[in-house]
């Protein structure tokens, strides 16, 4: 006969084999880890950001995004990434376990290690003041005076002003409650405001984009970015991503992580006007007959395909990203499959994928959009997914524009990465500025391949005439981009 006692004791037994969710026998909690991995999956707070997290045409990507989902695959579980309103937000989550881990780029402070617990850091980065050129350049902190000097709420950058103002009385700034740094930058890009701070790294790929942008100098010493978690004495889930750093940085995982993402971070000027004249000479010759055989099948200019192959690989045959991307054309593996390409290295079926993937975007394109504005918009799909171009041309209409013509569209994509504006679009948040590079660059080198070809430059020019073609094109190329 059972007592009481017995079958209390059986009745919790009974309980805690049921459901899965409920703490541990007496009361303790079974590790976070092993929580995760009965649920199945990670929680991550983010932000979208080109440094973190942003829907390309491939779908979602970022350094964070990679890191995170591949730490999510070691774990054996999935992701569930949340993007609060605001950066101080993510930081206020994670202090009060709203979520696993908070991967947005955030640097090592004394401030932030009371309350939350960073992981290993991954990159090191400095904070640099910003400003635009045909303006005058500050030379030190007292120079910032004569400007609006404006920053994000919630980053490290206001407590490195806090120390700066101790020794200088007379810095103050704006605290914008409202946008990203991507977004301050642009307001420094068009003029709107003088100087905003931002981390080393988004300027590394900001300053493709925005080509009037210049840094003044570093605010800060190097500081290191990292992941934070919840403070707690459970390791487990710290413990993890100790191992996970570890692994990814012996294998060099990291690094090529890092170098698909900060390594083509680089505007068109005089040294890439160089280099792209150097490659054509010393890679071009290659690839240049399946270029031509690609463009003649599919009725396209060759050149044209030639253009799109440099910009996406620099005419690498082996070009290769952690992520799977590769070949002359960076095909993705679905991509190749779609198209019926076995081997995305083999340089004549890397290149005939690219020419039938561009025709399928193109054929996307409403017929009544006349050349050259279909090529440049299908370019665009190629680059940031038909759904985002949708999104701009449509946000083009409302603003007043033509939705058929590129130069007003290419006004309107940027917008895309401003929450004011993607918030009212259908597919949500992209790196808007970014496609318009993309064709402006692709259309650069298209025409430069053009001029090239015009009489067999390629093959006839003697040494010192490419001395003057490449001076004289870097000029062009140089107006055009300033």
């Not at 880890?33 to 983010?46: H, S």
């Not at 080109?50 to 995004?65: A, D, H, I, W």
């Not at 103002?165 to 740094?181: F, R």
């Not at 020419?355 to 440049?376: G, N, S, V």
Request: hydrophobic share 35%; proline share 4%.
């Amino acid at each position: 006969m059972f007592s009481r006692f017995h079958i209390v004791i059986l009745v919790l037994v009974a309980i805690s084999a049921g459901c899965e969710e409920v703490p541990g026998f007496f009361g303790k909690e079974k590790p976070l880890l092993d929580q995760i991995r009965t649920t199945g999956t990670l929680k991550v707070l983010t932000r979208y950001d080109p440094t973190t997290y942003y829907e390309g045409p491939e779908g979602f990507t970022g350094l964070e995004y990679d890191l995170v989902q591949l730490f999510a695959k070691h774990l054996g579980v999935k992701v569930e990434f949340i993007v609060p309103y605001s950066f101080d937000q993510i930081l206020s989550l994670i202090s009060e376990g709203e979520a696993h881990i908070a991967a947005a780029g955030l640097t090592i402070t004394e401030k932030r290690t009371q309350s939350m617990r960073f992981s290993v850091p991954y990159r090191r980065v400095t904070e640099q003041l910003i400003y635009r050129s045909g303006t005058k350049k500050p030379k030190k902190i007292e120079d910032l005076t004569e400007g609006i000097l404006e920053v994000v709420n919630g980053t490290s950058h206001i407590s490195t002003l806090r120390l700066l103002k101790e020794q200088h009385p007379e810095l103050d700034w704006n605290v914008n409650t409202e946008l990203s740094s991507y977004a301050l930058l642009n307001l420094v890009n068009q003029g709107l405001i003088d100087y905003t701070v931002a981390d080393s790294n988004q300027v590394q790929l900001i300053r493709r984009f925005y080509p009037k942008l210049y840094v003044a100098f570093d605010i800060s010493e190097p500081q290191y970015l990292a992941w934070a978690l919840p403070k707690s004495d459970d390791t487990s889930l710290y413990d993890k991503t100790v191992e996970f750093f570890q692994i990814i940085k012996t294998d060099k995982t990291l690094d090529q992580l890092i170098e698909r993402h900060y390594g083509h971070a680089g505007s068109l000027n005089y040294v890439g006007n160089c280099t792209f004249r150097e490659h054509v000479i010393k890679r071009l010759p290659e690839f240049q007959p399946y270029f031509e055989q690609a463009g003649s099948e599919h009725s396209i200019d060759w050149r044209l395909l030639a253009a799109i192959g440099y910009q996406e690989s620099h005419w690498r045959k082996n070009a290769v990203s952690p992520t799977g991307v590769r070949g002359i054309m960076m095909l993705t593996k679905k991509t190749a499959k779609q198209l019926g390409i076995r081997n995305r290295t083999n340089p004549a079926e890397s290149i005939a994928g690219g020419a039938r993937y561009f025709l399928q975007r193109k054929k996307t394109i409403p017929e009544r959009i006349l050349e050259p504005d279909q090529t440049w918009m299908a370019l665009a799909a190629y680059n940031v997914g038909y759904g985002h171009l949708e999104d701009a041309r449509i946000l083009t209409q409302s603003r007043g524009g033509n939705p058929d013509k590129w130069m007003d569209v290419k006004k309107a994509l940027p917008l895309l990465s401003n929450k004011k504006w993607y918030r009212k679009t259908k597919h949500g948040y992209a790196r808007g500025i970014e496609p318009v590079v993309y064709v402006e660059n692709i259309r650069n080198y298209y025409d430069l391949l053009v001029w090239l070809t015009k009489n067999d430059d390629l093959q006839k020019q003697p040494s010192n005439r490419n001395a003057n073609v490449v001076g004289l094109a870097i000029d062009s190329a140089a107006k055009q981009l300033h």
